[in-house]
């Protein structure tokens, strides 16, 4: 197996993530870790930096992966690209739309390789719903509508993420972006925002939001609904997509803290002849998970990328321009208080 000579730029829990994947993998060779913070980098055997410009000129790696605060990623993926370096860079690509078109203009004038970290695509519940959703056995969709909502914490308006200066939004940016590219990514289609309320309900002293209700519909007419928060007091993942013969619910996700709850995916088609002998109790299958494979799967995908040429299947930056383009929408329907 080639190994690709692999850079990590931010050493926080999503580069410990990505590095764990990496190990699993076996392809990569992680030659070395960067984080401003120097503590950041205790216990790694690889070569550390605290500057991640000199780390990149000096190392060379044919790959990195950009785990940085939002503020940070468009420096780093830019210049990445124009040296040549494959480029693997969390969500949200930026603090703002013009940061993902910046990324997006760069690569496509290089022609270098730039994938972005959606990794809920890869969520066994997503990928099941997916092969239900194009397999037409339930017809086609309807609507859709989801809730991401966070427990918040003690230290939750301490957290950089709602600091707007590095982060540039607030939950619906920081995780309800991952639901608005599921929305797009599971109906096939670009959305656009009807109508929105952004606000602090409960974190009045945040400089971000702790809510985001946004109502959307697909170019087809779908109509799409969300609520993603930090006011939910539990951790809370719930999307149903409704089709015309039945429907499909996803409920919990698995991720490092278990907090989401089991991770399942139920659906049933419509019975309006009663075969169960009960008016509105169709029979019902269900799927459950215990294992997260997400990471690696997406480190297996750019791997594929990057060593055998295979294309960008997901997370293109034309879907990180999309996705950033409806959290705008949502940020100015909210801010303008008025159906659009």
Known sequence: MKRIRTAII???????????????????????????????LGGFREQAYTDWQECLDEIKPEAVMVCTVNRVIPDVVCHALERGIAVFSEKPPGRTLDDA???????????????????????????????LIDSKILGEIVCVRGVYGKAGSENFAREWRNRKDLSGGGILLDQGIHMLDLMCYLTRSDLHVVNANVGHLVWKELETEDSAFAMLETDRGQPVSLHSNAIQWRHKFDMDIICTDGCIALNGLLTSTRSYGEERISYYRKDLAMRTG?????????????????????????????????PVANGRPEEAVRVMRLVQEIYKCGEEGKIR
Request: charged share 30%.
């Open 10 to 40: 931010g050493m926080g829990r999503m580069g410990r993530t990505r590095y764990d994947a990496m190990m699993r993998h076996g392809g990569y060779e992680v030659a070395a870790v960067c984080d401003s913070d120097g503590q950041a």
């Open 101 to 131: 078109l910046r990324m997006q203009e760069a690569q496509e004038r290089t022609g270098g390789i730039l994938k972005f970290g959606f990794n809920h695509r890869m969520h066994e519940s997503v990928i099941e719903a997916k092969a």
């Open 278 to 310: 009960r008016l509105g109790k169709p029979k019902e299958y269900t799927m459950c998970f215990d294992e997260d494979h997400s990471w690696d799967y997406e480190m297996a995908e750019f791997y594929s990328v990057v060593a055998e040429g295979a």
